[in-house]
Each structure stands twice: as structure tokens, then as C-alpha cells.
């Protein structure tokens, strides 16, 4: 069988990394970039920081502070306006995925014409943008690597993604210093989204062994490193590895794709405005329980790498079973709470089956499910 390997992004890592944003764009050859924040990264003072280190290089700063979760399609629009006036030949993104997606859908309007819905889909032919840096300050999204953004269609009210060339960084800077003050929740919601990220890139319908080895040693990483990120967000090393395992697990699933648990994701992310790591693991556990049944093999390697034991002679329900507990156990320790906790009816939530089974991600779902499977999980982890 012959494997394309998709999608590497040169990378920068280690404490302090994010002092050499000015040396490496200017190196890029750019002179004027567009940086691309939220007014909570200004507050702290990561932003000004690493404009004041773009401009000691000598390059010109334009800023877009006005990113917003779950980035908005006329949000991306009014920034590409911004961009396409100043004539910047750079764009600079600090903070978390949805800074990164906006940089990446300003990226595809620079010389394309909006609106940025005409391109969502697989895109092969746009005109390319410039060079984009990518400073994740969060350790989840692996946004910094892929080769997707994922965007909020006001008109529709629903979520979409342009894959394509264009949504590629050309460097991630990736300092865990700039991890250390997010607070635990968001540490852990951020953090099951790179396990999500992994678990699924693993038992995904495009896994090839270099996705699944950077998926195993990146759910062994937050396995191990997680909980103490969660209780300890001063600890330097845990923080090292969460920030790697994330690029790693963004690595992965941009190879091999997702699958069921970020089409579950997506729909209760948009149905009822829960973060996007605790929308995909609310029910991670019970659609990798699923899994096991053709992929068994790949289901006992993620009990392994989260440390739990596997009979020998265990059948594909056991090891199901067995990773959904493991899953369950570790996502409680970091604080996850279930849909019920989350103050969710289960009447509402056995509504959107449909939904999740017309997400645009659900054609990647490597195994065949019905809505009404998908409600039945759904159930049983409600209350788990
Ligand atoms: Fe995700």
C-alpha cells in the first residue's frame, strides 16, 4: 500500500521560544504583519510583548485584537478588509485556535474574494496568501499544524472548515511559557481536545503509522502530563510536554482525520455553547467503546497508553469496555463534567442525533453508525 504523509509545519519550541518571533518573520522576509490576538491576550500582556519583539526586529505591526471564540465568518471578513488595506505581506496569530483560524481565513481573503463561505470544502486551486506564523498559547487545538480552519457561518448557524494549502502555517513558535497562566479549566478543556485529537486520529479512516505513532505518544504525553498541568499550571515541564503533545495530536489528525466524537463535538458545541474539548470528550469514551468493534487493535493500543491493563485474550467488547472506562476515569480527574453536570436536559440533548449525523465531519466516521446508535450513546454517557 503506498502512503502520502500530509502536512508538516517547521517548528520552534522550548521556553523563550516566543522571543524569536522577530528574528524568525523577519527572516521570513516580511515587513509589515498583520498580528491577530484577543483583548484577553492584550490584558495579560503576552500581545504587546511579542509586538514590542516584532518591531525591535525592525518589521511593522498592524493588530487585529478583536478575535472571538468560535471565529464568526464576518469577524474573518471585516480583519481580511484590515489586511488587504494595509497591504501587510505577513500575518502573526497568538492565542488559541480560534486566533489561529481567524489568521488562516484572513490568510484565504487576501487574494481571494470574500465572502470566506464560497470556500469551505476542500480547496486546491486558491490564490495564495503570505506567510503566516502561528504562537499557540494554548495546548489543545493543534490548529498550529493542520492545513484547516474552522469557521462560524453566521448566515447558517452552523461551523465549517476550508481545507486547503493555504491554511498552512509556515512556522509554529511553540513556547510553553506562554501556557502558564491559563487557569486549570481551560487547561483541561483545552487538553481533551488534543486527546480527542489523538484517540480519534488512532481509530481514524486515514491512519498511516506515522499519524499513529505521533497519536500514541501524544495520548501517553497528556496521560502523564495533563493532571499535572491541571493541578500544577506553574509546572514548566508539564506544560513542555501538553504543548507538544498537542502539535503532535494536531499532526496526527490532520493526516488521518477525526471522526464520531467531533461530529458530536461540533453539534453540541453549536446546540448548546460548550467549549469544543469538553464538546468532544463529553462522550469520547462511549464512541471509542464503539470503535472497538472493527478496530480493536487500535483501541487496546490507547488502554495501553493510558496505562490500563488488557487481557491477552480480550475480545473486542472487553477492550471497548475497557476504554471506556479508562477514557471515563481520566477525563473525571481532570474535572470534566458530564452532560447532566453541565446542566443539559437529556431530552434536548436526544434531539440532535439527526444533527450530529448531518454534520459535514460524519463522512469521515470510519464505521457505519444510525442517528439512533448515536442517541443511545449519547445517553449512556449523559450521566456518567
Ligand atoms: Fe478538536
Not at 484590515?82 to 501587510?88: K, L, P, Y
Not at 463561505?117 to 486546491?124: A, L
Amino acid at each position: 500500500m503506498i502512503t502520502s504523509y500530509e502536512v508538516f509545519v517547521p517548528s520552534v519550541m522550548g521556553s523563550g521560544a516566543s522571543l524569536r518571533t522577530g528574528i524568525k518573520v523577519r527572516a521570513l522576509g516580511c515587513k509589515k504583519v498583520l498580528v491577530v490576538y484577543d483583548k484577553g491576550l492584550k490584558a495579560v500582556g503576552i500581545a504587546d510583548t511579542i509586538v514590542e519583539n516584532l518591531e525591535n526586529a525592525g518589521i511593522k505591526t498592524v493588530c487585529f485584537d478583536g478575535v472571538l471564540p468560535d471565529p464568526p465568518d464576518t469577524m474573518v471578513e471585516e480583519a481580511a478588509e484590515m489586511a488587504r488595506n494595509e497591504t501587510i505581506d505577513g500575518i502573526v496569530a497568538i492565542g488559541g485556535g480560534s486566533a489561529i483560524d481567524t489568521a488562516k481565513g484572513i490568510n484565504v481573503l487576501i487574494n481571494n474574494t470574500p465572502p470566506i463561505m464560497k470556500y469551505f470544502g476542500v480547496q486546491k486551486n486558491l490564490k495564495p496568501g503570505v506567510p503566516m506564523i502561528f504562537i499557540p498559547t494554548t495546548s489543545g487545538t493543534g490548529s498550529e499544524v493542520t492545513n484547516m480552519c474552522v469557521i462560524s457561518c453566521t448566515s447558517r448557524g452552523n461551523k465549517d472548515s476550508v481545507v486547503s494549502p493555504i491554511c498552512v502555517g509556515t512556522l509554529a513558535i511553540l513556547d510553553p511559557d506562554l501556557t502558564l497562566g491559563l487557569p486549570p479549566a481551560m487547561t483541561s478543556a483545552t487538553g481533551v481536545d488534543a486527546l480527542a485529537h489523538a484517540v480519534e486520529s488512532l481509530t481514524g479512516a486515514h491512519s498511516n503509522p506515522l499519524s499513529d505513532a505521533l497519536a500514541r505518544d501524544s495520548i501517553r504525553l497528556i496521560a502523564r502530563w495533563l493532571p499535572v498541568a491541571y493541578r500544577d499550571g506553574s509546572n514548566l515541564e508539564a506544560r513542555e510536554h501538553m504543548i507538544l503533545a498537542s502539535m503532535f495530536a494536531g499532526m496526527a489528525f490532520t493526516n488521518a482525520l477525526v471522526h464520531l466524537g467531533h461530529s458530536i463535538g461540533h453539534t453540541l458545541g453549536a446546540q448548546f455553547h460548550i467549549p469544543h474539548g469538553i464538546a468532544c470528550a463529553v462522550t469520547l469514551p462511549e464512541v471509542i467503546e464503539y470503535a472497538a468493534k472493527t478496530e480493536s487493535k487500535k483501541v487496546r493500543m490507547i488502554c495501553e497508553c493510558l496505562g490500563a491493563d488488557v487481557p491477552e485474550d480480550a475480545t473486542p467488547e472487553e477492550i471497548g469496555a475497557i476504554a471506556r472506562t479508562a477514557l471515563r476515569s481520566f477525563i473525571k480527574s481532570i474535572g470534566i463534567s458530564n452532560l447532566k453536570d453541565l446542566g443539559i436536559p437529556l431530552e434536548a440533548v436526544l434531539k440532535v442525533p439527526p444533527l450530529i449525523t448531518a454534520d459535514t465531519g460524519f463522512a469521515l466516521v470510519p464505521y457505519r453508525i444510525t442517528a439512533a446508535k448515536v442517541a443511545e450513546l449519547l445517553k449512556s454517557a449523559y450521566d456518567a
